[in-house]
């Protein structure tokens, strides 16, 4: 059963437009949510984190926004530049435990055409 | 860099080898994780360490998977006996706990078994 969910596999977008990333969760207890951003062959690079305390961060050119009632969070990206390009994990942890272990969606790839 | 480093970067084994992966975590962090990454999905949870004790194990490990972190610094990861189901793309993370906890992640080891 998967807990956190991208159902957007892929999304195409115009430099300089909005992109919209989203994600789904189901577990409850997951109280710290992070993007990341992964190229190829390369590892995920962090990019914006959020606590279930709040219901936005910001960080430049990225937001994030999180909806507990839904268990629903999003990743703005405002202006989207080519370099942008990438698959976006969204990803859930819960403090209970202790320590962070991470549940990660599938991702999302994001194409910024010029 | 003082990011999270692993080694090697690529790693082409026989069917029945056993392979060991290394992970050198940036500095000051106590804890570290191991994922795996298979196409099309996300990292999924290995291990966990924090210091030098390992404390938890995710099902995904078999007893064919060890792993250790001597003295709480760089960790090993261990493959006995491979199997063509292992290929997957092994990422090491790294943290420190700071009222909330994020994970870093270094390039990954991709593991092709033959």
């Known amino acids: 059963d998967q807990q956190v969910k991208q159902n957007s596999p892929s999304l195409s977008v115009q430099e300089g437009r909005i992109s919209i990333l989203n994600c789904d969760y189901t577990n409850s207890m997951f109280d710290y949510f992070l993007w990341y951003k992964k190229y190829p062959a390369e590892g995920p690079t962090f990019l914006i984190s959020i606590s279930s305390i709040k219901d936005k961060n910001e960080d430049g050119r990225f937001t994030v926004f999180l909806n507990k009632s839904a268990k629903h969070l999003s990743l703005h990206i405002v202006p989207s530049q080519p370099g942008d390009s990438a698959v976006y994990f969204c990803a859930a942890s819960a403090s209970i435990s202790g320590y962070s272990t991470l549940t990660f969606g599938k991702g999302t790839m994001l194409l910024v055409s010029p | 860099d003082t990011g999270v480093s692993q080694d090697p970067r690529h790693k082409i084994t026989k069917r029945g080898q056993n392979v060991t992966f290394r992970c050198d975590p940036i500095s000051e962090h106590n804890r570290l994780y191991w994922y795996r990454q298979t196409l099309g999905q996300g990292p999924e949870f290995l291990t966990y360490f924090q210091n030098e004790a390992q404390l938890e194990k995710s099902r995904l490990l078999s007893d064919r998977f060890s792993a250790e972190r001597p003295k709480g610094s760089f960790s090993t990861l261990e493959i006995q006996r491979t199997e063509q189901g292992d290929s997957a793309m092994y990422l090491c993370?790294?943290?420190?706990?700071?009222?909330?906890?994020?994970?870093?992640f270094g390039p990954g080891t991709r593991l092709l078994v033959l």
């Open positions: 993370a790294s943290s420190i706990l700071h009222g909330v906890e994020t994970q870093y």
